[in-house]
């Protein structure tokens, strides 16, 4: 593949990324010892959160104009932890576009 100016791989890329990776929780349920959520949690400053509905369909709308860009979950903590996990994918399978999910278990 051979690269563009200012590193994009192909005239699409300029207008949107190739693959948009989403946090959806900041949550895990394991303490794995290779991992650096074991750590981050006992910072003082931790708070737990899970993104929002609202955010989350403005994330895949967006997306649904760029078909070849992926979706990518799971980057900090574990999104089957959110309350609305099923709910949120299957939003976003309606809207046609690879999808990729991280998992602990």
């Known amino acids: 593949m051979q690269k563009t100016e200012y590193g994009f791989a192909s005239e699409k890329h300029r207008e949107f990324p190739p693959m948009v990776v989403v946090s959806m929780v900041n949550i895990c349920n394991l ?4 991992c650096h959520y074991t ?3 006992e910072q003082p400053s931790y ?3 899970m993104m929002n ?5 403005k994330i895949c709308d967006e ?6 860009s992926i979706l990518n979950l799971g980057t900090d903590g574990e999104p089957l ?9 299957r939003y976003a399978k309606g809207k ?8 602990t278990g």
């Open 31 to 34: 303490k794995c010892v290779h």
């Open 81 to 89: 932890v959110h309350k609305k996990f099923i709910a949120m994918m």
């Open 39 to 41: 750590k981050f949690v």
């Open 47 to 49: 708070e737990s959160n």
């Open 53 to 57: 509905w609202e955010v989350w369909t």
């Open 63 to 68: 997306m649904a104009n760029y078909p070849w």
């Open 96 to 103: 046609n576009y690879y999808q990729r999910r991280s998992v």
